[in-house]
């Protein structure tokens, strides 16, 4: 979003709103529609530029290739937007992609978004839904993530990673990643570097 943002001319106001968010003045969910607002009218094409300059995490796609390699299952599940959760789902091969889906009238921005907004509450419903489809428990999960959104999926998985978290979300995982990129996570598996693909 905030990429987003510099792109309509709006990125100040918008990184004000995010701030009090994280102050914890404002919730996640009022603060992406205060942030929405300020796009509203953003042709739908900047999408794709903006798209093809965000970064992947470093180690993802080793972490990935070697994910399928042993036959597992891999979804985003992100407070961010579909289109480029769609993204990086194809580029890397992930299963399943959830998110939030931004509203585009006449190919422009509309400034609002479909509900849910994968907040906490969504992010969780969404990691039991892909479990249930599996035939799996959430106990038989590992999820990664970094920020007070994440918790209560990182609480609910069997394995909950604080991946370069939060000081907040460190507190309540067991299991953290400091150092290092998300090849960490085949090490937490008890894959050696030289099985590695």
Known sequence: IDELAKAAGVGDQVAAITESAMRGEIDFKESLRRRLRQLKGLPAETL???GARIPLNDGAERLITNLKRFGYKIAIISGGFTYFTAMVRIALGFDIDHATRLEINRDKLAGT???PI?????KLQALQ???ARLGITPREVIAVG???NDLPMLLAAGTGVALHAKPRVQAECEVRVNHGDLTALLYLQ???REDFA
């Open 113 to 115: 978004v479909a509900e």
């Open 146 to 148: 970094d920020g007070a």
């Open 118 to 122: 994968l907040g906490k509450e969504a």
């Open 48 to 50: 794709e530029a903006v």
């Open 129 to 131: 839904e892909i479990a």
């Open 190 to 192: 008890g894959v050696s």
